[in-house]
């Protein structure tokens, strides 16, 4: 296994950023060391250049997701990507989902209890991304990021920020109850619960694709609950009727604040006079489009 423990010099060192077409890529760590039996974030940093950008877990109308694949040290473990809530992002007809400017893509790893001060514990990931404009670019880089085992880990300044921001838009797990309630193309979400946020500067994004449209929602009260309208997706398949609905609810009226909740799925069957309606007229354009970023990036990406 490229990533080994072995016996040191105290210190902290990670391979430099990777450069590539309209993105720099890093491997950095929140805390300058690891402790024994505890666990930490590591993070994949992205600098989009200017009007660029790359992809949440559902991307939207086109794009692919950011993927990542370690290889650690025997005895710890990483887990996915804690998504932090995704921007809604125009290309020309198209609604796709992702970050730019700068951010993070944190990664919890949980740490042995038997790593013992002194040693050393070498991480190496490769990763794959797509990142687009107008046009897309798939990219890949292979980077390491080497830690101290330490009884007390000190906090990086150099990504306390960047680590920050990435923690306050984490969607936070909260108990509200509701359904996403279908009427042939359109798809009620009701949600109540305590602290459920204003509707100024709201939005919401289904986690698997291919069940909304992508398209903005609408929100409204109802008495205690909120009440989100959004269109069924056009490529949504009858044979894989979902019985949840994932769901992020951001909020952006006070710095970015997410909560993940889950749905009860509900069909009521539309009329003959629905059924029958043509497709929207933009299914093309969209489905082109997607067809012909993913192509583009299937030997990179893989």
């Not at 292979?142 to 990504?159: C, F, G, K, Q, V």
Request: glycine share 6%; proline share 9%.
């Amino acid at each position: 296994m490229a990533a080994l423990l072995s016996l040191l010099p105290f210190s902290a060192g990670n391979a430099a950023p990777v450069d590539a077409e309209h993105l720099t890529v890093e491997l950095v760590a929140e805390s300058t060391a690891l402790a024994p039996g505890g666990s930490a974030w590591l993070g994949l940093r992205l600098k989009h250049d200017p009007h660029w950008h790359t992809y949440w877990i559902n991307p939207g109308d086109s794009g692919l997701p950011t993927k990542l694949a370690w290889r650690v040290p025997p005895g710890y473990a990483v887990d996915e990507i804690a998504w932090p809530a995704p921007q809604r992002l125009r290309v020309g007809e198209l609604h796709n989902f992702g970050y730019d400017g700068e951010m993070l893509l944190p990664v919890r790893v949980t740490v042995p209890a038997g790593a013992q001060p002194g040693e050393r514990a070498s991480f190496a990931l490769d990763a794959n991304w797509l990142v687009c404009e107008e046009e897309c670019i798939p990219g890949k880089a292979t980077l390491s990021l080497d830690l101290p085992i330490a009884a007390a880990p000190a906090p990086d300044p150099r990504w306390q920020a960047l680590f920050a921001a990435a923690h306050a838009a984490q969607p936070q797990a909260v108990d509200w109850t509701g359904a996403a309630t279908a009427h042939g193309d359109a798809v009620e979400i009701r949600l109540t619960g305590a602290n459920l946020p204003p509707l100024e500067a709201l939005d919401a994004f289904a986690v698997p694709e291919q069940v909304l449209a992508n398209t903005a929602m609408t929100f409204a009260r109802d008495g205690d609950a909120l009440v989100a309208t959004a269109a069924r997706s056009e490529y949504f398949d009858k044979s894989k009727m979902p019985q949840t609905l994932d769901l992020v609810v951001v909020s952006r009226a006070e710095g970015v604040r997410a909560w993940r909740t889950r749905v009860a799925w509900r069909e009521v069957e539309q009329t003959a006079a629905a059924a029958s309606a043509p497709p929207h007229p933009s299914r093309r354009t969209k489905a082109v489009w997607r067809s012909r970023s993913r192509s583009h990036c299937s030997a990179a990406c893989s």
